[in-house]
């Protein structure tokens, strides 16, 4: 599910908002390792502010 999610973002389907949760931040790795780091390093509504 992990690689689906990021080729949905890649793609620009879906944001790193619209993953769930349980596996937010390991699509948040794919994306970094593709180097797409703006996809990933998003913050979403639903996460605690930093």
Known sequence: MV???TT???RGY???CDVPKTI???VRTELR???LPQ???ITCAD???V
């Open 3 to 5: 690689t689906i999610y």
């Open 8 to 10: 949905l973002i890649v």
């Open 47 to 49: 996460e605690p502010q």
């Open 33 to 35: 390792q593709l180097e």
């Open 14 to 16: 879906k944001t790193i």
């Open 24 to 26: 937010r931040e390991d």
């Open 39 to 41: 996809l990933a390093d």
